[in-house]
């Protein structure tokens, strides 16, 4: 694991701690909409919490596909280094 | 999993809200409807404090007169499309109507509020340029972005440092940036601080859209809505409305301050592929439109309901979504059993009001809203009152925050 995966995805765990304190901990490849019991817009909650820990704005359809942490830690690595 | 397992929640929620209410709390079946302000509901006549009817205007005698003698002389449908069959002059002489109201070069007229959304978002937006749109939004914002290929981005509800950070990352492609708020958001009541985000997006080069739906009629000298109201109309681009709230019939507009809008007709799916609206709707909100240009009176009258309503609410202890007094008083709760419960005690008073619960809510809230018209009389609002003040009595201690 790089260390921008590893930086991201403890911050995707600091904000999924805001949204649901107790889902903290849950697996990488565990469903956020299941095992974490996130609705859609708690879902969006989650990603602006992600956007203002790391100061980067992240487009809807990035998101549209990401069901686990580790899925939406992808798209944002993605993102920073700006490929598509 | 098979095709029809998704329905697994809803089946669930329907369930439950179906076991703590007599009547369905979502979509409550109205038995009959007989004015502005009155229906019958589960054998009983009711107020009605949750619709979007803020001026009254869906039983106004000119208004139906215009819509029966429109069907008598065009018939009951166009059964076309505006690029069709469906262009009738009606049509076009709202669209000029409107845009003369605003002062305007252009206005388009589609056969919803929210196609006017996806019509309008989708074809100012495409691939290569970005939607900036508050989180809080109404479904047909959201669809319309995901219809336009843009880039679309989501900044906190009512939050302009928000919005100006993620303008400040986007640097030039501000200029291909299109703002998205509402003026009014339906669900809490709350208003977007319209002055800073124009002040904004100025400073970025970028571009603004207001959708006025539940400001329209509500608010202004003329009724124009919020932007009127705060001399905007000067700096914001675009601005989307809808005719089934103030304007009491059903569709909706896109106007602009540029020339390009006129265009946007020729590339705009959910305005080419569907059909224009039936001559009694187009007659009904022209006639409504004039009512509303000189509506002073309905707004002064829907303003006061509305601070009477709030003043007392705040009195009982209720939580409000917002403080500033507006056509709709959403009373907060964080549990959904609570709200149901005001909802379900203000209707055995005699009162229809609108249960909403996550997700349709922001931040996980369940509230009832309250609607104001004004169609209701004092004896109404007085009625309204003294059925929530009934419930505070009983539900305390827990509602005394």
């Known amino acids: ?84 | 999993m098979s095709l029809l397992d998704k329905f697994s929640v809803q089946r669930g929620l329907a369930a439950s809200l179906a076991e703590n209410s007599r009547v369905a709390p979502i979509a409550t079946p109205m038995d009959d409807v007989h004015s502005a302000t009155s229906a019958t509901i589960n054998g009983r006549r009711v107020i009605l404090a949750g619709t979007n009817n803020y001026l009254g205007l869906t039983y106004d005698a000119d208004c139906r007169a215009a819509a029966i003698a429109a069907i008598e002389s065009l018939g009951t449908g166009t059964t076309g499309s505006r690029m069709a069959s469906g262009n009738y002059a009606g049509h076009r002489a709202l669209e000029h109507s409107l845009a003369s109201a605003f002062g305007w070069p252009a206005a388009i007229v589609f056969s919803t509020g929210y196609q006017a959304n996806l019509g309008t978002l989708s074809a100012l937006a495409g691939e290569g340029d970005t939607l900036l749109v508050d989180a809080d939004s109404h479904a047909s914002i959201h669809d319309g972005c995901r219809l336009s290929h843009a880039t679309t981005i989501r900044f906190r509800h009512n939050d302009p440092e928000n919005l100006d950070r993620r303008l400040e990352r986007l640097g030039e492609a501000a200029s291909r940036t299109l703002v998205v708020v509402e003026s009014l958001y339906s669900t809490l009541g709350d208003r977007a601080p319209l002055r800073e985000i124009v002040e904004i997006k100025k400073r970025h080069g970028a571009w603004l859209l207001v959708d006025e739906a539940h400001s329209f009629g509500v608010f202004g000298p003329r009724g124009l809505g919020l932007c009127e109201d705060q001399d905007l109309l000067g700096e914001v681009d675009f601005i989307v409305g809808t005719f089934s709230k103030s304007l009491g019939g059903v569709g909706g507009f896109c106007l602009g301050r540029h020339a390009e809008v006129e265009f946007m007709r020729m590339v705009s799916r959910p305005y080419i592929f569907t059909a224009s609206p039936p001559p009694p709707v187009i007659a009904a909100t022209h006639q409504a439109l004039r009512k509303v240009l000189q509506g002073h009176d309905l707004r002064a009258r829907l303003s006061r309901h509305a601070e009477r309503v709030y003043g007392e609410l705040n009195k009982l202890g209720f939580r409000l979504g917002t403080t500033t007094p507006g056509p709709v008083a959403a009373v907060v709760f964080d549990s959904r059993d609570d709200a149901l419960a005001l909802w379900q005690s203000l209707l055995d008073a005699g009162i229809y009001t609108n249960l909403m619960i996550p997700p349709a809510t922001p931040s996980g809230l369940s509230l009832v809203r309250i609607s104001l018209s004004a169609a209701q009389s004092d004896e109404d609002i007085a009625q309204i009152i003294a059925a929530l003040a009934a419930h505070a009595r009983r539900a305390r201690p827990p509602l005394a925050a």
Do not use: N
Not at chain 1, 21 to 49: H, K, N, Y
Not at chain 1, 56 to 84: F, N
């Open chain 1, 1 to 84: 694991m790089s260390e921008t995966t590893a930086s991201v995805e403890s911050t995707i765990r600091e904000a999924l701690g805001v949204i649901r304190p107790d889902a903290m901990g849950i697996r990488g490849d565990a469903d956020l909409a299941q095992e974490a019991d996130l609705d859609s817009a708690e879902v969006m909650d989650l990603v602006m919490e992600i956007e203002d820990r790391l100061d980067l704005s992240i487009p809807v359809e990035t998101m549209a596909q990401a069901r686990t942490i580790d899925e939406l830690c992808a798209g944002i690595v993605q993102l920073k280094h700006g490929t598509p």
